[in-house]
């Protein structure tokens, strides 16, 4: 049982190039979210998906798109990466609203030069 | 809006003091509460959570935390803390109303040998 599963755990992109970063849980929770997280700043929601077929923007969702390939994937897409998109990204999941008790990857460090 | 406040950014304590850390939520009715801890270059893990009930709340390696709506707070304590507590420490609010966490910028915890 891996829990909440990121790759890659580094990444180094230069402005304008574009990438995909992967998410995947064996919980089988219904709920599933991308985080970014930044100095001082917490964590940032930038898009959640509450459950299969579903996807809904966050608190910082420009520049970013997501797919929820399957119950158990969900993906993060940086287009067209900028120096401002700088981050480690977490990825989290939980059992739907039950408790919004959420279970966090071990991140991805993202920097765009 | 909703809001979670840590008011400190760092605080260091002395292996085997007590401690103390601080979180203030605004929201009209009970929320869920949660704190996370973070190690090193790790994701996130759940320390405790309070939905309802006994407001005193006892979570992983020896933390608990107390609810004081007067307070809006949810302060975390340990009566004695170890090297392995450093770490950074978010307080999260859940809302009723929708699937997301608001979290706080986190306080970081340093541990004086």
């Known amino acids: 049982n891996a829990g909440v599963t990121q790759t890659p755990k580094f990444q180094v992109l230069k402005t304008g190039q574009s990438m995909t970063l992967q998410c995947a849980q064996d919980?089988?929770?219904?709920?599933m979210y991308w985080y970014r997280q930044d100095p001082g700043m917490g964590l940032r929601l930038i898009y959640y998906?509450?459950?299969?077929?579903?996807?809904d923007k966050g608190e910082v969702p420009n520049g970013y798109n997501v797919s929820r390939l399957n119950k158990r994937e969900f993906s993060l897409r940086l287009e067209s990466a900028a120096p401002s998109q700088t981050s480690v990204y977490f990825c989290?999941?939980?059992?739907?609203?039950?408790?919004?008790?959420?279970?966090f990857g071990p991140g991805t460090r993202l920097t765009v030069t | 809006a909703q809001s979670v406040t840590q008011p400190d950014i760092h605080i260091t304590v002395s292996e085997g003091a007590s401690l103390e850390l601080r979180c203030n939520y605004s929201?009209?009715?009970?929320?869920?509460l949660f704190w996370y801890v973070q190690s090193p270059g790790q994701g996130l893990q759940l320390l405790l959570k309070?939905?309802?009930?006994d407001t005193l709340v006892q979570g992983i390696k020896g933390f608990e935390a107390e609810f004081k709506r007067s307070q809006s707070s949810f302060n975390l304590r340990k009566p004695s803390v170890h090297w392995s507590d450093a770490a950074e420490y978010f307080c999260?609010?859940?809302?009723?109303?929708?699937?997301?966490?608001?979290w706080g910028a986190g306080t970081k915890l340093i541990i004086k040998p």
């Open positions: 989290a999941s939980s059992e739907a609203r039950v408790a919004y008790e959420q279970y």
């Open positions: 919980m089988n929770h219904n709920s």
């Open positions: 998906s509450a459950s299969e077929g579903t996807t």
């Open positions: 929201y009209g009715a009970t929320p869920y």
């Open positions: 309070y939905f309802s009930g």
């Open positions: 999260a609010v859940g809302l009723d109303s929708n699937y997301q966490l608001i």
